[in-house]
């Protein structure tokens, strides 16, 4: 999904996968959940639209002026395209981890031959987010015990992030130590070949299906961006 968003020009890549991606949360049933991971894009949906719209270079259709600055026609379409791609790619990631359970999808990687380091990495990356949540809101009710005032005025806010930020990285540098110690405890970096106990379904059907959307991705992507794709 991500791919042909970002491959096929205009607007009918992303536009096609945002409507596919909101199908596939109706029915996972996952909608509302997918509408609250999308609120992580506003800062950079934000920057995207301003810049595009009051800088963009050549733009001579001018639209209004804002003080110093002129926003035309043309940087709000570049942008509009540019918010629908990004927006685009972070329903693709979002609707993947929210139907997606991690320990199956390391252990079928692992299943199909990908190296037990590099699933080691993958799972680490993928549970580092909400480990990093769950660690912060653990150390902000703790300083809160402390007397630290952690709400109020912004700048009370921003005079609580030193103490919260320490113990953070302190504490997620000591968990990768003992994460560490534990994997080499049990052999992780033992050269032999580990047997897989999960095994999950997987029809014939599912993996045809599987390549004809990796391949036709691949080939719309490449049909577009050379010219043999014409596309509104």
């Keep these: 999904m991500a791919l042909v968003a970002f491959t096929v020009r205009e607007w009918t890549g992303p536009i096609a996968m945002i409507v596919v991606e909101l199908a596939c949360a109706l029915a996972a049933r996952v909608t509302r959940r997918l509408a609250v ?56 990631v979002g609707l993947f981890s929210l139907t997606t359970r991690t320990d199956e999808l390391l252990a079928d990687l692992e299943r199909r031959g990908l ?12 549970a580092t987010i909400p480990r990093m949540a769950e660690r912060a809101g653990e150390i902000t009710e703790s300083q809160r015990a402390r007397g630290l005032d952690t709400e109020g005025s ?47 379904p997987d029809s014939g059907s599912e993996r045809i299906g599987r390549w004809l959307a990796f391949l036709g991705s691949i080939a719309l992507g490449a049909a577009s961006i050379s010219g043999l794709l014409r596309l509104p």
Excluded: K, Y
């Excluded at 190296?115 to 993928?126: C, D, E, Q």
């Design 37 to 92: 991971l999308a609120l992580a894009t506003i800062p950079i949906v934000a920057s995207i639209l301003l810049v595009n719209t009051f800088l963009f270079p050549g733009a001579t259709d001018r639209l209004f002026s804002l003080g110093p600055f002129t926003a035309t026609g043309t940087g709000l379409a570049a942008a509009l395209q540019a918010t629908l791609r990004v927006v685009a790619f972070a329903l693709s």
């Design 115 to 126: 190296g037990r380091r590099v699933t080691f990495v993958l799972g680490s990356a993928i």
């Design 154 to 200: 912004i700048l009370r806010r921003l005079r609580g992030v030193l103490p919260l930020a320490g113990p953070m990285i302190a504490g997620a540098l000591t968990e990768v130590e003992e994460r560490t110690m534990a994997l080499e405890a049990r052999a992780f970096s033992a050269q032999v070949a580990r047997p897989v106990l999960r095994a999950f």
